[in-house]
């Protein structure tokens, strides 16, 4: 076993060899300097992973040899967070942390009090944002990488069709710790197999964006007495929820 973890695509397989290219061949020959015939494990950000041994390191790639196949069981719960638009930092920092507690799926959502507008650069943004999970996996021990949305307008958002739809609110709800304790989900009854929690930006919703996420099947949720950070409160909610449902 070994603590080295590199991310492959899937198109790099010509079995029964993995030829590793790009920013994770750069890493594992002139970062962490894997030298032939040590092992490392890969793994595809779908739950695939496999135990391989360096064989040789070529000018643009590596090819190693697979010795080993594990597949991951998906979570029982895929859980979607989409999280108001904050400042990137902040925005990076949840997207870290959630790739760790093993969500499903990330979409910026643009509100009436978002603080940061939609950049003309979103790919690029978006392309950074898919290697801080990638990094956050490979550190975590992830299998399963969550998918980002490019940011959607809360108009969209509130029309998903996730079996489960909360959304935190500083006007009161419910406690989301109730919600799950009382949840059936919790002892393995499988009721649904979707959720999405929706999580707004500092200045909070605006009244007429709460009645129009309420009239779209959410359920008003609360964290508490004590007001949070959205970047706090994300985590906080994200890491409950994939506590009861999936761990």
């Given at each position: ?5 590199f991310?492959?695509?899937?198109t ?44 040789e390191?070529?000018?643009e790639?590596t090819?190693?040899?697979?010795l080993?196949?594990?597949?991951e069981?998906?979570?029982r ?15 990076e ?9 093993g ?13 940061v ?13 898919k ?14 990488l ?32 109730e919600?799950?304790?009382?949840d ?10 979707t959720?999405?929690i ?5 200045g ?7 009645i129009?996420?309420l ?21 906080c ?11």
């Amino acid at each position: 076993m070994t603590s080295n973890r590199f991310f492959f695509e899937s198109t790099q397989i010509q079995f029964p060899y993995i030829y590793l290219e790009g920013d994770e061949h750069h890493h594992l020959t002139n970062v962490v300097r894997i030298k032939p015939p040590q092992k490392v494990w890969l793994f595809d950000g779908k739950g695939t992973g496999y135990l391989t041994e360096v064989e040789e390191i070529l000018g643009e790639r590596t090819r190693l040899r697979i010795l080993k196949k594990e597949k991951e069981n998906p979570p029982r719960v895929k859980i979607t967070l989409s999280q108001a638009l904050i400042k990137t930092k902040n925005m990076e920092f949840i997207l870290q942390k959630v790739t760790e507690l093993g969500l499903s799926h990330f979409i910026p959502v643009i509100t009436s009090r978002s603080l940061v507008k939609v950049e003309d650069k979103i790919n690029t943004k978006i392309s950074r944002w898919k290697r801080i999970i990638r990094e956050a996996a490979k550190q975590s021990g992830a299998s399963y990488l969550p998918s980002v949305s490019p940011p959607q307008e809360l108009s969209r958002v509130i029309q998903r069709k996730e079996e489960k739809k909360l959304f935190l609110s500083e006007r009161g709800g419910k406690k989301l710790k109730e919600i799950l304790l009382d949840d059936p989900q919790v002892s393995g009854g499988g009721l649904f197999s979707t959720a999405l929690i929706l999580v707004g930006p500092e200045g909070g919703w605006t009244e007429k964006e709460e009645i129009d996420i309420l009239e779209h099947g959410f359920e008003r949720v609360s964290l508490g007495s004590q007001i949070l950070r959205t970047e706090t409160a994300s985590i906080c909610a994200a890491a409950m929820m994939a506590h009861f449902w999936n761990h």
